[in-house]
């Protein structure tokens, strides 16, 4: 069994930067691929960002790139995402979660565990 903490949500005002952190137990899960995903309100869950096994195998959605960096530590079983620039409209609640793959995608379907979220607010 996989267990997956999110920690760092916060309010922020916009042009702030917050740094995420999802820490595993429970399975090692450094030949994993890791991902970051966000639901706001009302809206479906997002793919954000995701990372290989290999640190330099990462992808990121449109809306995101160039201002959120998603990073892995596996001594520390931990990825975070660091973001900045942040916008009102990256207000949502952000997962993390594994699909005990190597293989990165932006597939919600294909992450099989999942964080309880942490909540980020963005103000104007």
């Known amino acids: 069994q996989v267990q997956l903490v999110e920690s760092g949500g916060g309010l922020v005002q916009a042009g702030g930067s917050l740094r995420l952190s999802c820490a595993a137990s429970?399975?090692?899960?450094?030949?994993?691929?890791m991902g970051w995903f966000r639901q706001a309100p009302g809206k479906e869950r997002e793919f954000i960002a995701a990372?290989?096994?290999?640190?330099?195998?990462?992808i990121y959605a449109d809306s995101v790139k160039d201002r959120f960096a998603i990073s892995r530590d596996n001594a520390k079983s931990t990825v975070y995402l660091q973001m900045n620039n942040l916008k009102p409209e990256d207000t949502a609640v952000y997962y993390c979660?594994?699909?005990?793959?190597?293989?990165?995608?932006?597939?919600?379907?294909?992450?099989?565990?999942w964080g309880q979220g942490t909540r980020v607010t963005v103000s104007s």
């Open positions: 979660a594994t699909r005990l793959s190597p293989i990165v995608t932006i597939e919600v379907g294909s992450y099989s565990y």
């Open positions: 429970g399975r090692t899960l450094s030949v994993y691929a």
């Open positions: 990372i290989g096994w290999n640190p330099g195998s990462t």
